[in-house]
Structure formats: C-alpha cells, structure tokens
C-alpha cells in the first residue's frame, strides 16, 4: 500500500526541467498575448484617426460642394440681371407684350414680382438643388 501511494505520488510529481518547460512556456504565451493586445490597441487607434481624417475630408468636401452651389447660383443671378439689363433695354412691341400676356394666363404674378425677387427665388430653388443632389 506504501508503494501505492509513492507511485501516485510520483505521477503527479513533474520533473524541475518540465516543470521549467512550461513555465517557459506559458510566460511566451502571456508575453505573445500581451503582444497581441498592444497591436490591436494600436491598430484601433489608427483605425480611430483614420476615421476622424476621414471625418473631416468629407465635411471639407460638402463645405466646398455647398461654396461652389453658391458660386454657381450667384453666377446665374448675375447672368440673369445682365440678361434682365438687356431685356430692359429691348422694350419688347406691344404684340410681344401681349403674346406673352397670353401664354402665362395670369399676368398679375409677374407684374407683383421684381426682377431681383425672381432671381432670388431662383438662387434660392438652385441651392435646394444642390442640396438634394448631395443628398443623393
């Protein structure tokens, strides 16, 4: 029975080199770990600016898209009051006026609206233009 015992004694006695095996071991696999876990706190780091950058590139973007519709929409003003200049000074015959008069079929909105209110309104449907167009 005493033989019993120190047998099972020495079978869950682990030899010092085996035992030092493994202690090795599990301080490389905790090392590797550690390792493991400073590249993916770096990576989401990276992952973090690369997506605050990003962030930002598009609000530049939609600031600069928003600058041009406006560019653009003052550039047809502008074009339209030269063209409403001419257009002035071009008075047109009264067989004009009245073909005109004719083909709206309500003469008081244009006569209750300036030229610079239509071109405001203009401006005004082309930045809802654009609006839309960066929406989509």
């Not at 898209?65 to 550039?75: G, N, P, Y």
């Amino acid at each position: 029975m005493l033989e019993n015992t120190v047998a099972a004694e020495n079978s869950v006695l682990i030899h010092p080199q085996e035992q030092a095996a493994k202690i090795r071991m599990e301080e490389e696999r905790q090392k590797w770990n550690e390792q493991i876990e400073q590249q993916k706190q770096e990576q989401l780091a990276l992952l973090k600016q690369i997506e605050e950058e990003r962030a930002h590139l598009e609000a530049d973007f939609l600031k600069i898209q928003m600058q041009t519709c406006l560019e653009e929409a003052k550039k047809k003003k502008k074009e339209e009051e030269q063209g409403q200049l001419v257009q002035s000074q071009n008075v047109p015959s009264t067989d004009q006026q009245n073909k005109v008069k004719h083909e709206t079929g309500n003469t008081a909105v244009s006569e209750t609206r300036s030229p610079r209110e239509d071109s405001h309104l203009q401006m005004i449907r082309n930045y809802q233009q654009c609006l839309l167009q960066q929406n989509r």
